[in-house]
């Protein structure tokens, strides 16, 4: 299959081609896709016929979204452009053997975390009490009860009504009511409800987790348990301000942390990375 770039070819100026992405996120199934790309300013011009080559390298793909701006607001959203084909925005996407029915212009999801939350997913073991915060359409959720059936329980908290909707249908889909439990409110509000009970947070936010680390503490049981932090961070010091952020509010609860991985999930920016931290709590007292 030629790349985008290549289809692109003597159609656009050759100054502009190496501006072309080599890579754009496909969120949907065989039977309808859309397509969400980032793209450079210099190529405006251009965006219509970009999404036409689009369409014609994945024939399933029935809408063509241009990132707008950065994530921004309560609900962490992205402002979408449509620049080619129809207006599609609900999509059924496949991902390692589960549904997620999904709006992409009223709600964030990532395709390219997939291997990430089998990642997570796989640490999990029979029995535990589970809590995902900022748990959006429910994929962190649903991948973790899928690949663990005998966890006890996933809580999953989200704060948009939207996602939170998507969330419900998805635990239904994949037939996860008993074990997928969704919850509609604020992390700050709805966590502490769950206070000693949990033996693993997930906490999925890059960008402002730490502000939740309280909450994921006060959720542990007081034996301890493992927490999946996840933190944006500059390449000068990729590892250290994530750790200790997560090092300084456990001390504050009486728990010490060990860091059993640390890792890159995906660039974000120039020099700059989303990172996921598995860090094993202990109790001190215990």
Same mark, same amino acid.
Do not use: C, W
């Given at each position: 299959?030629?790349?985008?770039?290549?289809?692109?070819?003597?159609?656009?100026?050759?100054?502009?081609? =190496?501006?072309? !992405?080599?890579?754009?996120?496909? %969120?949907?199934?065989?039977?309808?896709?859309? +397509?969400?790309?980032? /793209?450079? &300013?210099?190529?405006?011009?251009y965006k219509g016929i970009i999404a036409e080559k689009i369409m014609e390298l994945h024939k399933n793909v029935r809408a063509v979204y241009r990132k707008v701006g950065g994530r921004e607001g309560e609900y962490r959203l992205r402002e979408?452009?449509?620049?080619?084909?129809?207006?599609?925005?609900?999509?059924?996407?496949?991902?390692?053997?589960y549904l997620l029915k999904l709006d992409v212009t009223r709600v964030y999801f990532s395709p390219r975390e997939a291997t990430e939350r089998q990642r997570v997913a796989s640490k999990v073991q029979p029995g535990e009490f589970v809590i995902v915060m900022f748990a959006g359409?429910?994929?962190?959720?649903?991948?973790?009860? =899928?690949?663990? !059936?005998?966890?006890?329980?996933? %809580?999953?908290?989200?704060?948009?009504?939207? +996602?939170?909707?998507? /969330?419900? &249908?998805?635990?239904?889909?994949?037939?996860?009511?008993?074990?997928?439990?969704?919850?509609?409110?604020?992390?700050?509000?709805?966590?502490?409800?769950?206070?000693e009970k949990a033996d693993r947070v997930v906490m999925p936010l890059p960008k402002g987790a730490y502000m939740y680390l309280h909450e994921a503490f006060t959720c542990f049981k007081k034996k301890g348990g493992v927490l999946h932090f996840y933190f944006w961070d500059r390449?000068?010091?990729?590892?250290?301000?994530?750790?200790?952020?997560?090092?300084?509010?456990a001390e504050e609860h009486g728990f010490e942390a060990e860091l059993l991985e640390a890792r890159i999930v995906s660039p974000y920016a120039p020099r700059v990375y989303k990172l996921a931290f598995d860090v094993?709590?202990?109790?001190?007292?215990l």
């Open positions: 299959m030629p790349s985008l770039r290549e289809l692109l070819k003597g159609t656009l100026p050759e100054d502009l081609l =190496r501006l072309v !992405p080599s890579s754009f996120d496909i %969120i949907g199934s065989r039977e309808g896709a859309v +397509a969400v790309v980032e /793209m450079h &300013e210099a190529l405006e011009p979408l452009e449509l620049i080619g084909g129809e207006e599609v925005g609900e999509v059924l996407h496949r991902e390692h053997g359409v429910g994929p962190f959720a649903i991948a973790i009860a =899928r690949r663990q !059936p005998l966890v006890e329980k996933v %809580i999953a908290i989200e704060i948009n009504p939207i +996602a939170y909707r998507y /969330m419900v &249908e998805n635990v239904r889909l994949n037939k996860l009511e008993e074990k997928v439990v969704p919850i509609l409110g604020d992390v700050r509000e709805e966590a502490p409800k769950f206070a390449e000068d010091d990729l590892f250290k301000r994530g750790f200790e952020l997560v090092r300084r509010a094993k709590v202990h109790s001190k007292s």
